[in-house]
């Protein structure tokens, strides 16, 4: 029973899955950003996508490569 409780408390605590379109979306709302090197923007629409979907490594790899173009190499680590 304690653990029911605790499992629902998680659970309804968790945030809902991400909509798969609106993922691709932001990804290719970034793409097309980086691609016109709009760096800023490109940057907003990954950090977007980081947080819309952590377990998504194209996010975090994407945003990796705003920050290189950026020059921020600490950060693209």
């Known amino acids: ?5 605790v499992l629902l ?6 945030a809902p ?3 798969p379109a ?3 979306t932001v990804r290719t709302v970034g793409l097309a950003y980086l691609e016109e090197n709009r760096l800023q ?3 907003a629409e990954f950090r977007r996508l980081v947080e819309m979907a ?3 490594p194209l996010g ?3 945003l990796g490569l705003t920050f290189l ?3 921020r190499l600490p950060e693209a680590e």
């Open 1 to 5: 029973v304690i653990l029911a409780s």
């Open 9 to 14: 408390t998680v659970c309804a605590d968790a």
């Open 17 to 19: 899955p991400a909509d």
């Open 22 to 24: 609106e993922l691709l």
């Open 41 to 43: 923007e490109a940057e």
């Open 54 to 56: 952590p377990d998504e």
């Open 60 to 62: 975090y790899a994407n």
């Open 69 to 71: 173009r950026q020059g």
